[in-house]
Nanobody, 122 residues
Framework: QVRLVESGGGLVQTGGSLRLSCAAS????????MGWFRQAPGKEREFVVT????????NYADSVKGRFSISRDNAKNTVYLQMNSLKPEDTAVYYC???????????????WGQGTQVTVSS
């Protein structure tokens, strides 16, 4: 069982930056693939980025490439999402997720956080 808690969301102007954190419980965090997803009102949950258990490989959605960066600190059981050059279309609830498969589909992730709201004003 893995419990995930996101933090760091908020209101930011276009072009600004935010850093999201996802803290995980348990001693097996370092064995999980971690992903970030987002969901805007009235839309389906959307893949943002994923990182392997070791942190050595990442995969980004085209919409965030070059602007967002994922990292993880296995000693601190935490994964981060650095978001730069934010746009109004980045506005959504952001969720972190843990799973055993390195993939972009929500269905391959077993554990989810409660989400943190990111709002980008124009």
């Amino acid at each position: 069982q893995v419990r995930l808690v996101e933090s760091g969301g908020g209101l930011v102007q276009t072009g600004g930056s935010l850093r999201l954190s996802c803290a995980a419980s348990g001693r097996t965090f370092s064995t999980y693939v971690m992903g970030w997803f987002r969901q805007a009102p009235g839309k389906e949950r959307e893949f943002v980025v994923t990182v392997t258990a070791s942190g050595g490989t990442t995969n980004y959605a085209d919409s965030v490439k070059g602007r967002f960066s994922i990292s993880r600190d296995n000693a601190k059981n935490t994964v981060y999402l650095q978001m730069n050059s934010l746009k109004p279309e980045d506005t959504a609830v952001y969720y972190c997720a843990a799973g055993r498969v390195f993939g972009s589909r929500p269905s391959v992730y077993n554990y989810w956080g409660q989400g943190t709201q990111v709002t980008v004003s124009s």
